[in-house]
């Protein structure tokens, strides 16, 4: 089974668990309607089939995005799809697909389209199944160590900034956010993507490193919220091709699109944040 395939029915028995027994916002035949347009998109883009790539974007922005408006996930999917296929340097890719989507749901449907954690549950049995999906093919794509170092450096960088500064926060709150499957998604699958992470061992570590310690200062002067474990994603996507291959004409087209991205993250820190609550429909 090739890497895409097996990443794709991993996302997709995990949008089935959390449609059956957890807190899945979207109905079936949203979820099925969701689907068919992103066949259809990439069919459009990839002009004669359907990359399973595409369906795995649409999946992972369902588990991780709340919208009440269906048309908002038809537009965040097609901007991930289209900048998968038309922003590389050296023949790469810039950022995960769904992760993109996510930022720009953010940029233009902030009141409308929410990053959320909860979609998953916190059921340990789901914790396990997806523990067990995510190391079959992180190790099979040598991206383990960039989840492990994560954690490391994350709960590190929580206790340094975070609770040795505030005498109300404990570390089980830090410990309270991996009970949720979503988190780990984060963590084992988005984060490691084989398309938008270093090849080499040492930058891996390095690149989680930037991840958490950008996020938690990120935490540490606007207050906890989830999108920044997200925007530091997309941001430090942007070097990756750099430390794969690096020349200087690279350089300068991540550097313009790095101060792009930049503008991106300020503008949606600048928004008011929100404080969402779900329930489950149907």
């Not at 099925?32 to 990359?51: A, D, E, G, P, Q």
């Not at 087209?253 to 329930?279: G, H, N, R, W």
């Amino acid at each position: 089974m090739g890497i895409q395939q097996q990443q794709f029915l991993n996302l997709l028995l995990l949008l089935a668990l959390g449609t059956f027994f957890s807190n899945f916002y979207l109905l079936w035949y949203e979820v099925i309607t969701i689907l068919l347009f992103t066949m259809f998109t990439s069919h459009l883009l990839n002009k004669s089939f359907v990359s399973l790539s595409s369906l795995s974007t649409a999946i992972g922005v369902m588990l991780m995005m709340v919208s009440f408006n269906l048309w908002i996930y038809f537009v965040v999917i097609g901007l991930g799809l289209l900048q998968k296929k038309y922003l590389k340097v050296n023949n790469q890719h810039l950022f995960n697909p769904s992760n993109f989507a996510l930022i720009f749901g953010l940029l233009f449907f902030y009141n409308d389209a929410h990053i959320i954690l909860g979609q998953l549950g916190q059921e340990l049995w789901m914790v396990g199944v997806l523990i067990v999906l995510a190391l079959f093919i992180l190790i099979r794509v040598n991206r383990w160590i960039i989840s492990l170092s994560f954690v490391l450096f994350y709960l590190f960088f929580q206790y340094f900034f975070l609770i040795s500064y505030d005498p109300v926060l404990l570390l089980e709150d830090i410990y309270y956010r991996f009970y949720s499957v979503s988190f780990l998604l984060f963590i084992l699958f988005m984060l490691t993507d084989p398309k938008t992470t270093p090849e080499d061992s040492n930058f891996q570590i390095l690149f989680s490193l930037l991840i958490a310690l950008c996020s938690t200062l990120l935490d540490r002067y606007y207050g906890f919220r989830v999108q920044h474990l997200f925007l530091s994603l997309f941001f430090f996507s942007l070097f990756v091709p750099l430390l794969n291959h690096f020349n200087r004409n690279s350089f300068l087209k991540i550097l313009l699109i790095a101060f792009l991205a930049t503008v991106v993250i300020i503008t949606i820190e600048m928004k008011t944040p929100y404080y969402f609550m779900m329930d489950r429909r149907g």
